[in-house]
C-alpha cells in the first residue's frame, strides 16, 4: 500500500491586493478552490487568474455589505472550499460571515499579536523601540486580529530600519509561515 499526503482540505483565499501570501500559500501545493477580492483590479488576482486558478471579484460598491458577503459565501461554496484564508484582505468580515464559517477563516497579520492590532503595524513597533517584529497566524473572529493563534514568526528590527525596511524583512517570513502553518489548518 503507498501512502500519498495527508488529505488537504480545498482553501478558498480572500486578497485586497498585490497577492504576495496568496502566491505562497498556491506555490506550496495547498489545494485552492478559490481566489475571491473585493477589488476587480487586484494584482493578486490578475495572477491567480493567470495561473489557472478559478477566480471571484466584486465590489461591495453599490450592493452592500450583506449582498456582497453572501455572494463571496456563495463562490466559496461552490467551488468547493471548506476553509478561508485571508491574504491581505482589507475588509473587516460581518459577524454573520465568521458565524458560517466558525473556526474555519484564518489571517495572517504583520504583527506579533496581541501587540499592533490593526494598521501601521511596523512604523509602531519601531516607534516603541521594539528589537523584534515579525508575524502572526491566527483564527479570524468577532474581534480585529484577536483569534487564537497558530503560529508566529520573528525577525529583528535593526537601528534605523524604516517601516518599508521592516516590512520587507517581515514578509520573508510571513510567506514561510502563512504555508506552513496553513498546511497544518488544511490537514486537521
Ligand atoms: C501582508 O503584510 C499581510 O500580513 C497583511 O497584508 C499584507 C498583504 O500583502 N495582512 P500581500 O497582498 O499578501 O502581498
Not at 145 to 165: C, F, N, W
Amino acid at each position: 500500500m503507498t501512502r500519498g499526503m495527508p488529505e488537504m482540505k480545498t482553501v478558498g483565499i480572500l486578497l485586497s491586493g498585490r497577492g504576495s501570501n496568496m502566491m505562497a500559500l498556491v506555490q506550496s501545493g495547498v489545494p485552492v478552490g478559490l481566489v475571491a477580492s473585493d477589488k476587480p483590479d487586484a494584482a493578486g488576482l490578475a495572477w491567480a487568474r493567470d495561473h489557472g486558478l478559478k477566480t471571484f471579484a466584486l465590489s461591495p460598491k453599490g450592493i452592500g455589505k450583506a449582498a456582497y458577503e453572501a455572494k463571496v459565501d456563495a463562490a466559496l461554496r461552490e467551488a468547493g472550499c471548506e476553509i478561508v484564508a485571508l491574504a491581505g484582505y482589507m475588509r473587516l468580515l460581518s459577524d454573520d460571515f465568521v458565524t458560517r464559517w466558525r473556526d474555519r477563516i484564518i489571517n495572517i497579520h504583520p504583527s506579533l499579536l496581541p501587540k499592533y492590532k490593526g494598521l501601521d503595524t511596523h512604523a509602531r513597533a519601531i516607534a516603541a523601540g521594539d528589537p523584534v517584529a515579525g508575524c502572526s497566524v491566527h483564527i479570524v473572529t468577532e474581534e480585529l486580529d484577536a483569534g487564537a493563534l497558530l503560529g508566529q514568526a520573528e525577525v529583528p528590527i535593526l537601528p534605523g530600519d524604516t517601516p518599508d525596511e521592516l516590512a520587507a524583512r517581515v514578509l520573508v517570513a510571513e510567506h514561510r509561515l502563512y504555508p506552513q502553518v496553513l498546511k497544518e489548518f488544511a490537514s486537521r
